[in-house]
């Protein structure tokens, strides 16, 4: 350890603070999250420096504007890390003129608590350089499985002091920074290297949230509420988007994590804004627990929403599906039924004029031109003008369709899975509505995917995940694609926001569109099954949030079901679910189980590196073989849908 240039010293009353803030953002704007981030910091910082990685747009510049000093726009190369090299550099020698440079970034929501009692508290301290929070040293090095893995603040938060920042050290550091093209190299030659790069030449670093005070040794990600019950005036956005196994080996329950960010009074929206728009769909319902368990009994308190609901009823023989919901509702609404011939529309008003129904104010019975799509075209067709009147708050997409390809007891129970997790009772259909009250960013709520009768899980996506690339790239989707298998409505029914919908009422369709895949083939359910799947990421676009719901009923039956499954598939892999999956995972696909897949899944666990030789040569055979298997389900089943989608 050599000895530096200078003593460490506390930060000098009325002392000068640069802050050089990182933001990336895919879309090369700027959000709320950010404007709030660093409104809160101005009294305590004498300038800002916003680093801006990649491109920034009008609306992007003009809210940085409101909160920083100055900004600098440059290519999204080597992280933020790179971003703060650049910084310095763009600062140059008026470095000279501040006490603390802190380099930070926009990964974290805040504040949640106010910054100045940390800032106040870490003035105190005579120390080269300080980090809110840091990493226990770890005898081994998880991210290469070789070496340890050293103490070290995390780079998202680090100040430093004059004393260090204008000494050779610091200087050649910046200068030497190795390039960083993937994430692993910033952690591994920047995040974990920093700490022990300027102790080893006598530096002194401190923390304000050690994690010795924590009972794990990533507080940040896995003891958040106990950082904030501390007075930390920051939460990392990663507990809400990090891999939902991992974070379940490690009991992090971002359920609760959210509603302590909300009690100190943080403005929540924000974080689902932002979370919506940059997360997977399903990893964010996952990690933030935002599955509703809604009671029934009696209505609570009347609702200011308006709202009309767009119920499409192709069989007039099935239309007392929908008189039953409907003699539920506990709020006024106006009533869209939409079918398929004249006939049919006669005796869905003759039902409607027998069943009383307090709650409907209006009815309004449509003819549609075509069956081409079923209820998503009647919806965004044939009921355009209804959403995109401006007359209603929410409006309920519920069908009366059900599945004739398979068993009656499925069908059954897809109809009363679909339409009681909407509306069960007048006191359930209040607590849904109370959602909407509660979060103005909430798009849409809808059962989750159904898994009893059907064999979704795993591949949901199915042949649709191209078409639905094609249709987000001609929107400006950009919400990160979930795995397997998407949050999505997959039976067809939802509560939600008009304005929600924007995105994908902007695509201004016609009823021979959903008559046409993209292959050119006739599949009147194609282009519907695709935007079922699209309704979380269309919303998300705009910085609307989902959520799933389950009566109570529905919620017994569906836990008490996936518990036994979950078990009996846990029986033969090793470890907890996190290695179970991850085991699997290595293993690849298992086809029928013949000797040809069983040798395959043995070399990928057992000999990787042959595997991956020999991977380019058996990659078209397993393609033949899963076009195989496909065809000899579609035989097996008799025209039965193939796996993944739900009829």
């Not at 800002?48 to 940085?64: E, P, T």
């Not at 199915?462 to 795995?483: M, N, T, W």
């Not at 907890?576 to 069983?598: C, D, K, N, T």
Request: glycine share 8%.
């Amino acid at each position: 350890m050599t000895t530096p240039g200078q003593k460490p010293a506390r930060f000098p009353d009325g002392g000068r603070r640069l802050v050089i803030y990182v933001v990336y953002d895919r879309r090369g704007t700027v959000e709320d999250f950010v404007r709030y981030a660093l409104e809160g910091m101005r009294d305590d910082a004498a300038h800002i420096l916003a680093v801006v990685n990649g491109s920034l747009d009008d609306a992007g510049r003009a809210l940085l504007e409101t909160v920083t000093d100055d900004i600098l726009v440059r290519s999204n190369d080597g992280f933020d890390i790179w971003a703060h090299k650049e910084g310095l550099a763009h600062i140059g020698d008026r470095i000279a003129e501040f006490d603390e440079v802190l380099l930070t970034n926009d990964t974290w929501f805040g504040p949640v608590q106010p910054y100045a009692p940390v800032f106040d508290r870490m003035n105190a301290q005579d120390v080269h350089f300080w980090g809110m929070t840091d990493h226990e040293w770890e005898p081994l090095n998880k991210f290469t499985n070789e070496g340890e893995l050293p103490y070290h603040l995390q780079s998202f938060w680090i100040a430093v002091r004059k004393e260090m920042f204008l000494s050779p050290e610091w200087h050649a550091y910046w200068r030497d920074l190795p390039e960083m093209p993937s994430y692993f190299d910033a952690v591994l030659k920047h995040e974990t290297q920093f700490t022990k790069h300027f102790q080893d030449r006598g530096y002194s670093a401190a923390v304000a949230f050690a994690s010795e005070d924590y009972p794990t040794e990533h507080p940040a990600l896995f003891n958040a509420d106990l950082l904030l019950a501390d007075g930390c005036p920051l939460i990392k956005r990663r507990p809400f988007f990090h891999y939902p196994p991992f974070l379940d080996r490690h009991a992090v329950i971002g359920r609760r994590t959210a509603a302590v960010v909300e009690s100190y009074g943080y403005p929540i929206e924000l974080m689902w804004s932002n979370l919506a728009k940059n997360v997977q769909p399903k990893t964010l319902n996952t990690d933030a627990g935002m599955l509703e368990v809604l009671p029934d009994g009696p209505a609570a308190a009347a609702s200011d929403f308006r709202i009309a609901v767009l119920a499409h009823c192709a069989d007039p023989r099935t239309v007392d599906h929908l008189t039953g919901r409907l003699a539920l509702l506990p709020v006024g609404v106006d009533l869209v039924v939409t079918t398929l011939d004249e006939a049919g529309a006669s005796r869905i008003r003759q039902a409607l004029d027998d069943t009383p129904l307090p709650m409907v104010q209006t009815v309004d019975i449509r003819v549609l031109p075509s069956s081409d799509g079923r209820d998503m075209s009647a919806f965004f067709v044939g009921c355009r003008d209804v959403l995109e009147s401006g007359q209603y708050d929410l409006v309920v997409k519920i069908h009366t369709r059900a599945p004739r390809k398979r068993g009656a007891n499925i069908a059954r129970y897809f109809r009363r899975y679909q339409l009681e997790n909407l509306i069960s009772s007048p006191g359930q259909f209040s607590a849904l509505l109370g959602l909407f009250a509660r979060e103005p960013g909430l798009g849409a709520v809808f059962p989750p995917m159904m898994h009893i009768g059907y064999t979704l899980a795993g591949r949901g996506w199915s042949q649709y995940r191209e078409p639905a690339l094609e249709i987000c790239k001609r929107l400006g989707i950009k919400v990160p694609f979930d795995g397997a298998t998407p949050l999505a409505p997959m039976g067809g029914m939802w509560v939600g926001r008009p304005e929600a919908l924007r995105l994908l009422l902007q695509d201004r369709l016609g009823y021979d569109d959903y008559a046409v895949t993209s292959s050119g083939k006739r599949d009147a359910a194609d282009l519907a099954r695709v935007q079922e799947r699209l309704v979380p990421m269309a919303l998300g676009e705009l910085g609307y949030h989902c959520r799933t719901v389950l009566n109570q009923e529905h919620a017994g039956i569906a836990y008490a079901n996936l518990a036994y499954k979950l078990d009996q598939l846990s029986i033969t892999p090793p470890g907890y679910p996190l290695e179970q999956i991850q085991w699997l995972h290595r293993a690849g696909w298992a086809g029928a189980g013949g000797i040809v897949a069983m040798t395959r899944m043995y070399m990928r666990l057992n000999h990787p590196g042959v595997a991956a030789r020999l991977a380019p040569v058996v990659r078209p055979f397993v393609g033949l073989a899963r076009r195989g298997m496909h065809v000899v389900r579609t035989v097996r089943h008799r025209g039965r849908p193939i796996e993944g989608e739900m009829q």
